[in-house]
């Protein structure tokens, strides 16, 4: 086989045999295909597509690139979930103690922040002690003894999605659906898991600008996971404004712990609860959404919910004391307040530029190496349709250095009025089961 023939083939508008597709991916992953013959491929792909068969190859192939978890010795039903990413979105905090609560074994690896989104490991980090790695013995210990475990990858999973994804990020291939939903797929697959639970966000700062592709991404994956044999559900959400009230490390994990209390921020808690009665039907533990959500409000108002996010905490040798009481979480040096600069209705708070403004003040990273401040953030007390008078505070910024006036004025930028209410928008715009 010659590789250029599989790029004139797709250059061509030709559907690629499997053959092709694991040809390239072997040789991809043992490196006998040079990055700009695969490159040339990623191009035709975004530019031609690819059908649903050939992306549930390429998401095999890859996932078949490295090695793959096997979690059939935890008992019960393991369940896995995905994000396409957002700020704020600290969903896995809340989901997973929830789930877990109610009898389902989370395990879930995560990852670190770049650019303006945050990473799960980089809150929880925000916990002293606590620690993210553990070995393969250790992990699976501790999701059988209390059904829950958020940690950082180990291991050699899925080596074709990391050299291919880096190749995207700096050949303009990253947006394409068949490309996303294989890399996406083939790393929730070579985790053993029973069933998946997919959260696709729309809009500015997400992957699909609109709730169409949103819907096209969310059928790729959808069929690739039942393709083996794996129950993968999807909730589209909408990512216009960031998702509850906080950016930034401690702060995000403290909003996560009063949602857990049952006292978070309205969209934060409908989206947990609508994915978390997704992952109940999956792992068969109720029969309907309504037997669901009466769990899991149970499980909040009882307190069994929070519980459990501080047996993890425990387990993961973190200092659960500044779980029970906030304040011993890292605080940063100062808090300012940004007011309003006119008076109307909040119809926009860009996320995107969000992420960024609280990645400059060290909530995040630029670069791999950097080191991310803990303490520092944003916390929003007004968001979309809310109503504002001039000088009313709109937000406080957590920080430690001076802020810069440039940045001031980039913050007061990133939020949007209008005269009229602004028409209310569901943050949830679709599940889609099958
Ligand atoms: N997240 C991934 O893991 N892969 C993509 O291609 C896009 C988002």
Known sequence: MRFVDIIEKKKQKQILRKEEIEYWIQGLTEERIPDYQSAALLMAIVLNGMNQEETTILAKSMMKSGEQIDLSNISGMKVDKHSTGGVGDKTSLVLGPLVAACGLKF???????LGHTGG?????????????????????????????????????????????????????????IPLIASSIMSKKLAFGSDSILLDVK??????????????????????????????????????????????????????????????????????????????????????????????????????QAFEKFCDMVEEQKGDVRAIRDLSLLPQAKQISEMKAERRGYISGIHSQKLGVLSMEIGAGREKKEDAVNHAVGLKL??????????????????????????????????????????????????????
């Open 107 to 113: 395990a879930k690896m995560s990852g670190r922040g």
């Open 381 to 434: 007390y007004k968001k979309y349709g809310d109503f504002v008078e001039k000088g009313e505070v709109l937000c406080s910024v957590y920080h430690d250095s001076p802020l810069e006036t440039e940045w001031i004025t980039r913050l007061q930028e990133s939020f949007e009025y209008q005269e009229e209410k602004p028409e209310q928008k569901n943050m949830i715009e679709a599940i889609i089961e099958d």
């Open 120 to 176: 799960t490991l980089d809150k929880l980090e925000s916990i002293p002690g606590f620690q993210c790695f553990l070995t393969r013995e250790q992990f699976v210990e501790q999701v059988e003894k209390i059904g829950l475990a958020l940690v950082g990858q180990t291991g050699d999973l899925v080596p074709a999605d990391k050299k291919l994804y880096a190749l995207r990020d700096v050949t303009a291939t990253v947006e394409s």
């Open 202 to 303: 729309f809009g500015e700062g997400a992957f699909m600008k609109n709730i169409e592709d949103a819907k096209k991404l969310a059928s790729s994956m959808i069929q690739i996971g039942k393709n083996l044999g794996r129950d993968t559900r999807a909730v589209l959400s909408e990512m216009e404004q960031p998702l509850g009230n906080t950016i930034g490390n401690a702060l995000e994990v403290q909003e996560a712990v009063e949602t857990l209390q049952g006292k978070g921020p309205k969209d934060l808690t409908e989206l947990c609860l609508a994915s978390a009665e997704l992952m109940l039907l999956q792992g068969k533990i109720v029969s309907n959404k309504e037997e669901a959500r009466e769990m899991l409000w149970e499980k909040i108002r009882s307190g």
